[in-house]
């Protein structure tokens, strides 16, 4: 039943959006009243999950406090039947701070079934590499790996080419667990 409720919201989260550029109507400002409800939804729930990454390895405070800075996906649906898809929103922070919104959006091909969703934080170690996903830049090639989030996993793991991935699941079952082929994009505040 989840996966079918996984590949059925697919096409739903993965939808495209549109910003009117005309002048605002009671249409748009309930528009923009929803844009804020889903902004301050997307806010608890980043809260929540750098809480539980916390909470389930308390070493993660390391790659919080010197980091360049991270990216945070509270929530990111993936449901494939061998092609996949995935996408989720997230905000980006520099020095603790939020500084903008991030997606994140994966289509994939190859043997995979089912649906999941899980958390997703993206550490940068240089301002290098912080300021390619902020000129949107940045993507993960096949070979890159995350860390499956459990108590001390954040011990052993180390930067590559400027990242540090962690994963945890929040609910389903997924045959097929990659991260390569992540696209993101990123808009700061006050932009949109």
Do not use: C, W
């Amino acid at each position: 039943m989840r996966l079918i409720a996984a590949l059925t919201a697919a096409p739903l989260v993965l939808g495209a959006t549109h910003t009117p550029t005309h002048t605002p109507t009671r249409a748009t400002t309930a528009g923009t009243t929803a844009v804020a409800i889903r902004r301050a939804d997307l806010d608890g729930d980043v809260r929540e999950a750098i809480t539980r990454f916390q909470k389930t390895d308390p070493g993660m405070a390391t790659f919080f406090d010197h980091s360049a800075g991270y990216v945070v996906f509270p929530g990111i649906a993936k449901g494939a039947i061998g092609i996949g898809a995935a996408h989720g929103d997230g905000q980006l922070f520099e020095g603790g701070r939020e500084i903008g919104h991030a997606s994140m959006t994966q289509a994939t091909i190859g043997l995979q079934l089912g649906g999941q969703v899980y958390s997703e934080i993206i550490f940068f170690e240089t301002p290098d590499a912080l300021a390619s996903f902020k000129d949107n830049k940045f993507d993960f090639s096949a070979e890159v790996s995350a860390v499956a989030l459990k108590s001390g996993a954040s011990a052993n793991a180390k930067y590559t080419k400027g990242v540090a991935v962690f994963t945890q699941a929040k609910g389903g079952l997924m045959y097929e667990a990659s991260i390569g082929g992540q696209k993101f994009n990123y808009t700061p505040n006050g932009a949109n």
